[in-house]
């Protein structure tokens, strides 16, 4: 069955240190990868995407992301965090196929302490 | 460029009564879906639309939800009756092009409450 995990409901990181959070999935072929960010009473906001080429891809507000092919990994990371970063942050997969819906992981809260 | 909206932003209903949710796509954007997400698990597929026609319905729950896109623009979503299973956050987006790596935007969702 097609899945995608992010195997920590909460990742805490101190301002201005590193942060990962992480997702694998599990579907068939060569998904597209996304993820998403919800602020507090927000919609969703698209973060970042990968469909091909350079392995480690650029998004908005610093963030990047590495894709693993060998992994299934998709790990979301950001060099220096800020306390604005905290949020609900989603992983999601596309099969390249098939059809636009997208698979959606649990989501990760991020908690940047000041 | 205005983006995708959802009205209402929160509903409060009784069990067995009906609530229609209503999306605007961002203007242009043939593409509509419709997400749900319930109690804090994953988000979950409901249908797409292209253009007023749909596509892909495979993630509705049951026939008690309806979905329309008349004229391709908008889309409601109407509940009819309401269970309590179907509380959650229901969230609409669309997309611009019918190709497979299309980025989906995003509306604020509706927190649908069922009492």
């Known amino acids: 069955a097609q899945s995608v995990a992010q195997p920590e409901d909460q990742v805490n990181v101190a301002e201005g240190n590193p942060l990962t959070v992480k997702c694998t999935y599990s579907?068939?072929?060569?998904?597209?990868l996304f993820w998403y960010v919800q602020y507090p009473n927000r919609g969703l906001q698209f973060l970042l995407k990968?469909?091909?080429?350079d392995n480690l891809v650029k998004g908005s507000y610093g963030f990047e992301a590495e894709f693993n092919k060998s992994q299934t990994s998709f790990h979301l990371k950001k060099p220096s965090a800020l306390v604005s970063d905290s949020a609900l942050y989603f992983c999601a997969v596309r099969e390249r196929e098939s059809n636009y819906q997208l698979i959606w992981g649990a989501g990760t809260k991020l908690i940047i302490k000041p | 460029e205005a983006g995708v909206t959802q009205f209402p932003s929160h509903s409060v209903i009784e069990k067995g009564q009906t609530v229609t949710l209503r999306c605007d796509p961002i203007?242009?954007?043939?593409?509509l879906y419709w997400y749900r997400r319930v109690m804090g698990k994953e988000i979950k597929f409901l249908l797409h639309f292209v253009k007023e026609s749909k596509q892909d319905e495979s993630g509705m729950p049951n026939n008690r939800f309806l979905a329309e896109r008349t004229g391709g623009t908008y889309s409601t979503l109407k509940v009819q009756p309401a269970e309590l299973e179907d509380s959650g956050v229901y969230f609409c987006?669309?997309?611009?092009?019918?190709?497979?790596?299309?980025?989906?935007?995003f509306g604020p969702g509706t927190r649908l409450t069922v009492l």
């Open positions: 990968y469909i091909t080429g």
């Open positions: 203007s242009g954007h043939d593409n």
């Open positions: 987006a669309s997309s611009t092009t019918s190709g497979s790596f299309d980025t989906q935007y």
């Open positions: 579907v068939s072929g060569n998904p597209y």
